[in-house]
Structures are given as C-alpha cells and as structure tokens.
C-alpha cells in the first residue's frame, strides 16, 4: 500500500463521521450529554461509597491496656478513651509507630482505615527512706519508672552495719530498676556489730 492509499484509508476512517461516533445515527450532542450523566452518576456513586463505607482504627497500645478497635465513616471526628499503663502517663496517640505525627482529634478526621499508636512517658515516683534508727539523710527521693534509683543515702547507726536498703525483703540498690508505680518506703537493713 503507497503512501495516498494509506492516507485515504485513515480519512475514511476518522474523517468525518469517522473517529468515535463513526456508524452511530445518534447526534453527537446527545452522546455528550450522555457521557456527561454517566460521569456524575459515577462521581455521586463515589462520593455515597465514600460517606457510607465503614473504616476501622486500631489503637496499639504500645504496653498499654487493650482497646477495641473503632468502627466510623468517612469525615468522623473520633473520641478515644486514654488508656493505662502501670508506671506511665498517656502523652497522646500517633499516626506512626516512630511516634513522630500526632493525631489531633480536634483538627483531624478520618479518612481511612489505620492504626494510631500510643506514647508515653515514665512517671516520677517518690520513694521514702525508712532509716529504722540510723542517722537520716534524706527524707524522700524522686525517682522515674522503668529507670534505675540512682544514688541512694548510706546511713550510720552505731553498733550497726548498714548492709543496704530492702522493699518486700528484696535488695534495691542504685543500678536496681524502679519496677513499683507508686511511691513506696525503702528500708534500712543493719548487721550489729
């Protein structure tokens, strides 16, 4: 086939009457506004999906107390209760397990199904020094959960030893882990000499 007979068969094919609507008798401006109402039929069928679908959050705790995730639609504003966890306060819930985009439940809504992650930090615990007749130093010390005590007082008590400070007949010294979430009395343990 030459180069004429090539461009004669494209014309015939997309020339007029050619091209989309070729060997279609309706007018064109009828199948446009027929494309047209498809076309927002199709976007309202989107947007009645979007509104009614149902998405899932769930909360990970990061160590806390479970909590069940939460049914809601799109556009909801969604209340979660703080959840507990022994020896830390709740700082709020997050987008991401780097804890770096906090969910704002005033200024956010949903979107989609995902999970917010939890964070938190360590309280601080009073401890109370019981120096059961020994010289006192100090009266009481604050220490943070899931840290170590630090450094603790070395009382004398004459005719005694110190030999350290004790919590439910169990040793706590400075490297010792504050385990307890509440504050709790440290008691001098002696030797007579």
Known sequence: MDEKEEIEKKQ???GPGGGMYRGVNV???????VIITLMVILV????FLALN???????????????KPIECKYGDSIVIDEPLKAGYSF???????DLKHEWDPLTQKVEQSMTLYASWKPIKINVVFDYDGGNVILEHKEVIYD???GELPRPTKE?????????NNEFITENTTVSINGEHVLKALWQSQ
Do not use: A, C, R
Request: cysteine-free; aromatic content about 20%.
């Open 147 to 149: 840290d170590i005590y």
């Open 12 to 14: 015939k094919n997309w």
């Open 91 to 97: 700082e709020g819930w997050y987008l991401d397990q």
């Open 53 to 67: 679908s149902h998405f899932t959050i769930n909360l990970d705790t990061n160590g806390g107390e479970n909590i």
């Open 159 to 167: 005719g005694y030893q110190f030999l350290g400070w004790i919590y």
């Open 44 to 47: 309202g069928v989107v947007v």
């Open 27 to 33: 007018p064109v401006k009828i199948l446009n506004y």
